[in-house]
């Protein structure tokens, strides 16, 4: 069974496939893994808010004491009963970064997943969760109900996005910088897209003060479905450039959609 794992740029609210599932603790514990998306070269993952259904669940390390509803009624119905782990890119305690702190701050997944171990279960380059739902008829858990993760990938810069998608092999074009003006890319100039995205705009907010902001950033999952030049147009549409290819020089280059 092929699973589609998406990628995560900046901040999004996703879910994903269930990849991998089992019974403890005499049949009254589920244990799911959920990919959330494929690790990228560089960003770092942070997790904001989880969801379980429409309630958000508030944490005491990685187990739920509390949720709201969507009318932002507080319960304890899950208290005790819920656990995660968000992991980016392994399966080892170091690999956490959900919860950022308290207990499972730095607990190995191979751990807590049934039937895993640390040869064969390595989880690498994916960010994943582990949830532990105990069965809980009384309280409406009787399996894994739809679960979304507010999540941060640092990476956002539509410029450095473009370039680790142009580099990764594994969900990108696996493209080697030789045939790259990187510089068009990731320059720091607003004659490059990276300089040109982060360049500070100005602006006036809903208080009437002025203020600036970067030009364009990437908060967003990406298909990894779709094909490489679909992704990539849309990657420089979201940071206002043009893909081309530089016949002169041999290499493909970014053009920023601005005045020269």
């Not at 005491?60 to 507080?74: E, Q």
């Not at 399996?143 to 979304?148: A, D, F, K, V």
Request: hydrophobic share 35%; proline share 4%; aromatic share 10%.
């Amino acid at each position: 069974v092929e699973v589609v794992v998406p990628v995560l740029y900046g901040k999004a609210f996703t879910s994903g496939p269930i990849f991998d599932a089992a019974i403890s603790n005499q049949n009254k514990t589920m244990t799911y893994c959920i990919a959330l998306s494929e690790e990228t070269d560089t960003g770092n993952i942070s997790v904001q808010n989880i969801f379980l259904q429409d309630a958000k669940l508030f944490f005491s390390g990685n187990t739920v004491i509390s949720h709201n509803d969507p009318n932002g009624t507080s319960a304890t119905s899950y208290n005790g009963n819920v656990r995660v782990n968000v992991y980016q890119g392994g399966a080892t305690g170091a690999d956490v970064v959900f919860p950022a702190s308290g207990t499972g701050s730095s607990t190995a997944a191979t751990t807590i997943m049934p039937n895993w171990n640390v040869s064969t279960h390595t989880a690498n380059s994916l960010v994943y969760a582990v949830v532990q739902i105990d069965y809980s008829p009384e309280n409406g858990l009787t399996g894994l109900p739809p679960m979304t993760f507010e999540m941060t990938n640092s990476l956002n810069n539509p410029g450095n996005v473009l370039m680790d998608y142009l580099n990764n092999d594994r969900y990108g074009a696996g493209l080697s910088n030789t045939i790259i003006d990187t510089s068009s890319i990731v320059g720091t100039a607003n004659t490059a897209m990276r300089g040109f995205c982060e360049e500070l705009v100005s602006y006036i907010d809903a208080n009437g003060n002025p203020a600036t902001n970067e030009r364009y950033e990437i908060n967003g999952v990406m298909t990894t479905f779709s094909d490489i030049k679909t992704n990539i147009d849309k990657i420089c549409a979201a940071g206002g450039s043009y893909f081309a290819y530089d016949g002169k020089q041999g290499k493909f280059k970014a053009i920023p959609n601005r005045a020269f």
